[in-house]
């Protein structure tokens, strides 16, 4: 059985992609078996509860040589800590191409759409294989999620045909209803606790030449009211985030779904000054107002990057 | 205008390639502009002047930045000079990952067919383009060319069914004779300088690490005594290429096209013992028998990889 898997502090994407992908794959004759690499977010029980899906495991370790798929990822930062040693035989994903190699020639689908369940969706009709309904409802879910129902700068045309084509297949008759009630259960963060919240949505990406190391993590939310309320608490979880693991800086945007904005959060002088040179946004009492800014991969990495890029 | 080009040292798949994917491009609104990396083997040039079509200019120095579109290749040996610097938005290729990245999420297709043709002709079939008779040539060309007519190992069914469908387009009734016509062109070697001959299709290719580099030579014929009597010259040219580029070792195997086999220079001792401990061969006169592996791609890197990889 081939593993597939998503990213570390997987979301709806990364769940519902390495499930659609495991049974597309099995049923074109190759076995395969969704895994998560930790623990879900606050909008995916709710999606798979929806679905009547059982939570995947956590992936097992695996033997050096094993081959393994990737789905919503490829950079050895966000997956297994072994990757460099499994055979990578299939990645579908809708990032940038990180430090991924692969031993042999390999199946590989990179779009720059919104999602991964996009993806996915192609790869049912471009095989001609008919599209199940707990399928289609997990694809949906997938991209409305990752789209923030299409409010996201990441959003294709593609992403939209993908909903209009999977909602009736789902059985989901109202698009917008669903989506308000996933990102409930998403902004539903109760009493986690700080650190939680920081790493629930949370990757270290390579900046530069030497490489510095960035955590960037983001809360999508209807209540940014409630995150803001624990300012304190979380600006301490990632000075400690940041000297545990060994990282240059860390930030956490705070995206409101509804008013399409993001403030974020600025733990000390190291960040405030890069916030300011890649941005040119200053830092009041540790928050940087990034305005509309809401895609961490389709405006704050690129703009990060950008600002460690050696000069040519 | 996207440039689009294949890898250094050009093969019939690299040109016709580029040439196939620039116009599918353009037709689904990225115009886009074939270029080759280099001077054409004796095979490409018959398969052009059959399809009607002009040999595609070498690709000009491109400002740093400038989008580009690979097909045949994505390692950085075996691309343009500055392509670190250059904004790698799609890439078709049916070889292993290796050094590529890219600053945003691109369009990549992988698959581990045997022809970068094959795949271009799934992307026609799945975007619902119709084929048109000149470039149902180019792809079939490629993929008999890649695959030596189904005799290599690297062939799959795909690629069988891709010529299938795309012979009658192409208006070539008798796929065999064609194919041989393309051999017999390619192996019509006359007065061409021995340097030459070694650098008509050859890759660089790092293994281990720290990465030794070597130069890896392939003559597909089938004339192969025409070239083993030109063996001093040859050996001289690989010694020659050694000191010039800096390498770690140099082979040049010869593939005898109807017989499936493949006997490969060995310029010197350090050649040689690589070639014992990888391949349990031994070198005589300068000369391995490689018997059936005939496929540089599927056969010899791999295999050189794994003799060269870090223990576990």
Redesign the interface.
Known sequence: MLPVFGHLNPDTDAIASALVYARLLTRQGTPARAYRLGDLNFETPFVLREAGIEVPEVLPQLE?GSPVALVDHNESAQSVSNLA?LTVTHVVD???????????????????VGCTGTLLW?LHR?ANVSVEPVDARLMLSAILSDTLHFRSPTTTQEDRDAVAFLAPVAGIGDVETYALAMFAAKSDLGDTPAEQLLKMDYKVFPFGDPAQRWGLGVIETTNPAYVFGRQGELLAAMQAAKSQDGLDGVLLSVVDILNETNRTLVPGDVEAAVVQAAFGVDTRDSVADLGERISR??QIV?TL?KHFAPQ?
């Open positions: 050096a040693d809708h990032h940038k191409l990180g430090d991924l190699t692969t031993v042999a020639p390999a199946y590989l689908r990179f779009e720059a192609k471009e991969k389709k690129p990057e040519h």
